[in-house]
């Protein structure tokens, strides 16, 4: 359903984005993930066609997003970090004006207008002006705005940004009940959210595809495997020596707990072994008291962080190598 290869944007003489490839098959939504300035925006605006590529090729439903910015626009709903609303129309007067640009017929205009209402939850607010909405209820007309033609992508930067808990579990079930009869590509700084909604994720790090495949896989990919977070009291720096000589145990760390006396064990486990009742075997035979243990698996937050970081601590190097060469 949208198809991006080899897409890049220079501004002047800034890279946006540089050889950007991806797909996301219909129905699916595709959390597109990345660090400040890593270039979601830019892919976001170029998929939209409110922006030309510099190279490469982007098509929405078989359409170039470039060539036929026409068909484009009714193929795909766009929310921008921003959405431009106007404050002075009524919630629905706007989505009638929407509706007509985006080609909506006069006779299904009533009918696409007010499933679009419906299904953001914002029948209370219809005639009332946009200006008088709270931040929550503006974010829901502007994903109102995006879904009034029915396109079958859509695409949302940064849809719950600013919004308090409650509204924001409203706006991802929202996204979620679009899901299946929709193809959605979701920009976001926020992990769980990622989690919770999408199918799959890219990671885009300085303008580069990183890395697209599912929450799971990539989770499961990363080479520090799951644990186990043991509180204990005793002394921990013998445990961790005791620890450390089992079989499947990788890695073993000592942290203070917030309780006084006590300790956290954090135990790597080698991957695909469960050694959990050795480590209470050890413990107990030790005389340690073991107040908590829990499992721990490597979450998508520890993915983004190794995938994204890795170049940074690459220049690091280079850089101190650099110094180290003119001190010399
Ligand atoms: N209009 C512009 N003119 C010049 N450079 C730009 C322009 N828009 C974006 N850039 C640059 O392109 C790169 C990618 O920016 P972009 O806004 O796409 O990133 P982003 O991932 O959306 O960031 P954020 O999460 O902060 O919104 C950045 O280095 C940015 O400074």
Do not use: W
């Not at 026409?70 to 959405?83: D, T, W």
């Not at 006779?107 to 953001?120: F, K, L, S």
């Not at 989770?219 to 799951?226: F, H, K, P």
């Amino acid at each position: 359903m949208i198809e991006v290869e080899h897409l890049s944007k220079i501004y002047g003489s800034t890279p946006g984005i540089a050889d950007v490839t991806f797909n996301v098959e219909p129905g699916e939504i595709m959390g597109f993930l990345g660090p400040n300035g890593a270039g979601k925006t830019t892919t976001m605006r170029i998929l939209a066609g409110y922006l030309p590529a510099t190279t490469g090729t982007a098509k929405i439903a078989g359409y170039d997003v470039h060539k036929n910015s026409l068909q484009v626009r009714q193929k795909i709903g766009y929310l921008p970090e921003n959405p431009p609303l106007y404050p002075e129309m009524t919630v629905a007067g706007f989505l009638h004006f929407v509706a007509r640009l985006k080609g909506v017929s006069a006779g299904d205009r009533n009918r696409q207008v007010a499933a679009a209402i419906e299904r953001c939850n914002l029948q209370e607010k219809r005639n009332v002006l946009i200006r008088k909405l709270s931040k929550g209820f503006r974010q829901r007309v502007g994903i109102a705005q995006a879904i009034v033609h029915d396109p079958p992508a859509i695409i949302l930067d940064e849809p719950t940004v600013g919004l308090d808990p409650r509204q924001i579990i409203d706006v991802r079930n929202l996204i979620k009940s679009l899901a299946g009869s929709h193809t959605i590509i979701l920009s976001t700084h926020i992990l769980p959210e990622v989690r919770m909604t999408c199918d799959r994720v890219t990671i885009i790090n300085r303008g580069k595809v990183v890395v697209t495949n599912t929450p799971d896989t990539l989770e499961a990919g990363l080479a520090e495997g799951s644990g186990y977070e043991i509180e204990i009291d005793g002394d921990a720096e013998a445990a961790k020596n005791q620890l450390q000589q089992l079989l499947n145990v990788r890695k073993v760390e000592v942290e203070k707990s917030v309780v006084e006396n006590r300790a956290i064990l954090k135990v790597i486990a080698v991957p695909g072994t469960e050694p959990g009742r050795y480590i209470v075997q050890v413990l107990v035979n030790m005389g340690i008291g073991v107040f908590e243990m829990r499992r721990t698996r490597p979450s998508l937050e520890d993915v983004f962080l190794e995938l994204t970081t890795e170049e940074k601590k690459l220049e690091a190097s280079v850089e101190e190598s650099q110094i180290e060469g003119e001190a010399s």
